[in-house]
């Protein structure tokens, strides 16, 4: 079975930075798709930041709202994905999780990942 565990959130003021961790066990970091999505109360879940890796594929890609703010990286010796998000807007105040794929996924699909975590609160307030 695939396990994610999100860590890391916190609460912040605007313009301040997180990192968040998603752990991964029982699949290889260089041999899928996880994708970074929150849920803020009474909104849809929505994709934030992909990574998808195989021998044919290496790829990174963000939703529009925080392209130049937030990054998404691995680290294979670890079995960890990131989430560094800088200049924080209350926005993006949610919940976020980390979720896991095939790695030839369309990864802007929420529909093609299967394992997710329990997610972590980030709040960003004045």
């Known amino acids: 079975q695939v396990q994610l565990v999100e860590s890391g959130g916190g609460t912040v003021q605007p313009g301040d930075s997180l990192r968040l961790s998603c752990s991964v066990s029982?699949?290889?970091?260089?041999?899928?798709?996880v994708g970074w999505f929150r849920q803020a109360p009474g909104k849809d879940r929505e994709g934030v930041a992909f990574?998808?890796?195989?021998?044919?594929?290496?790829?990174?890609d963000y939703a529009d709202s925080v392209k130049g703010r937030f990054t998404i990286s691995k680290d294979i010796g670890e079995n960890t994905v990131h989430l560094q998000m800088n200049s924080l807007k209350p926005e993006d105040t949610a919940v976020y999780y980390c979720?896991?794929?095939?790695?030839?996924?369309?990864?802007?699909?929420?529909?093609?990942?299967?394992?997710w975590g329990q997610g972590t609160q980030v709040t960003v307030s004045s």
């Open positions: 029982g699949v290889r970091l260089d041999y899928a798709a």
């Open positions: 979720a896991e794929g095939w790695p030839g996924i369309n990864v802007r699909d929420i529909s093609h990942y299967d394992y």
């Open positions: 990574t998808a890796t195989s021998s044919s594929r290496n790829i990174t």
